[in-house]
């Protein structure tokens, strides 16, 4: 019942219809998603996947867009005094990154975590570094386990926190308790593959309700440009696990 219920609520906030219209305050992020782009139609390590098929896949450019158009919509420019602090589960390639961090203001950070077992994660963490460095900003790379890396960042208030790593019902979950106790009062977590018709959907719905009916989230929108994807927004209802917040 409460699923239905979240259903409903995600199908009537899609925010799609807005992001359809959204032209950002600058051209960054796309200029930063082109250059990446070009930098792996070149990349040897993408041509040797791509042809051996382990090529992963990446946001839809629906929802790359979606990504840039949080960031400028809910932390408007005029109306904050410092930085992003942005962190990610899952970079593969990138384009997420670049969706998040291209659209922040100048000094903003974005730290990604991945497993980092593709041949091209690393160099195109490297390509995205330079782009950041060239604008302002800072990206890094984290190769590892977000279960053991999410929890060494206690101490840091995250603004948005994405979450498209691992797509099993226990990883998402975990990912998703960390990031509800690690994100700013304020700030935002996205969860992606919630409530689509794939099946790797499955999982992240379920840790998504479950959390839901545990209280720990509160569902604030949701975005889907198509049945194939959904991405979940919410706020934490939990008190941050970092020091110098409220408890």
Same mark, same amino acid.
Request: glycine content about 8%; charged content about 25%; some cysteine.
């Given at each position: 019942? $409460?699923?239905?219920?979240?259903?409903?609520?995600? $199908?009537?906030?899609?925010?799609?219809?807005?992001?359809? +219209?959204?032209?950002? /305050?600058?051209?960054? @992020?796309?200029?930063?998603?082109?250059?990446l782009e070009g930098w792996l139609?070149?990349?040897?390590?993408?041509?040797a996947e791509r042809a051996s098929?382990?090529?992963?896949?990446?946001?839809?450019?629906?929802?790359?867009?979606?990504?840039?158009?949080?960031?400028?919509?809910?932390?408007?420019?005029?109306?904050?005094?410092?930085?992003?602090?942005?962190?990610?589960?899952?970079?593969?390639?990138?384009?997420?990154?670049?969706?998040?961090?291209?659209?922040?203001? !100048?000094?903003?950070?974005?730290?990604?975590? *991945?497993?980092?077992?593709?041949?091209?994660?690393?160099?195109?963490?490297?390509? $995205?570094?330079?782009?950041?460095?060239? =604008?302002?900003?800072?990206? #890094?790379?984290?190769?590892?386990?977000?279960?053991?890396?999410?929890?060494?960042?206690?101490? #840091?208030?995250? *603004?948005?926190?994405?979450? =498209?790593?691992?797509?099993?019902?226990?990883?998402?979950?975990? =990912?998703?308790?960390? @990031?509800?106790?690690?994100? @700013?009062?304020?700030?935002? /977590?996205?969860?992606?593959?919630?409530?689509?018709?794939?099946?790797?959907?499955?999982?992240? +719905? !379920?840790?998504? /309700?479950?959390?839901?009916?545990?209280?720990? /989230?509160?569902?604030?929108?949701?975005?889907?440009?198509?049945?194939?994807?959904?991405?979940? #927004?919410?706020?934490?209802?939990?008190?941050r696990i970092c020091s110098g917040?409220?408890?």
């Open positions: 019942q $409460l699923e239905l219920e979240l259903r409903l609520q995600a $199908l009537v906030s899609n925010e799609e219809p807005l992001v359809s +219209t959204f032209k950002p /305050v600058e051209d960054t @992020a796309d200029r930063w998603l082109k250059g139609r070149v990349c040897p390590f993408v041509a098929g382990t090529w992963e896949g990446h946001c839809a450019p629906e929802q790359l867009r979606f990504l840039s158009y949080v960031v400028e919509d809910r932390f408007p420019r005029g109306n904050i005094s410092r930085p992003l602090r942005i962190c990610q589960v899952g970079f593969n390639a990138g384009h997420s990154a670049a969706a998040l961090l291209g659209a922040a203001p !100048k000094g903003s950070v974005l730290l990604s975590i *991945d497993l980092a077992l593709h041949d091209y994660t690393r160099p195109a963490a490297g390509m $995205l570094e330079r782009l950041a460095s060239e =604008d302002g900003k800072t990206h #890094i790379l984290l190769a590892g386990s977000s279960e053991e890396m999410l929890p060494k960042f206690a101490r #840091i208030p995250f *603004d948005l926190i994405f979450i =498209d790593g691992n797509h099993s019902e226990k990883a998402a979950r975990i =990912d998703l308790d960390f @990031a509800l106790n690690l994100v @700013a009062e304020e700030g935002l /977590v996205l969860l992606d593959h919630v409530f689509t018709d794939m099946s790797e959907s499955i999982g992240p +719905t !379920k840790a998504w /309700v479950g959390a839901v009916q545990k209280g720990m /989230v509160k569902q604030v929108s949701w975005h889907s440009c198509c049945s194939r994807h959904g991405i979940a #927004i919410g706020q934490s209802l939990l008190p917040e409220k408890k």
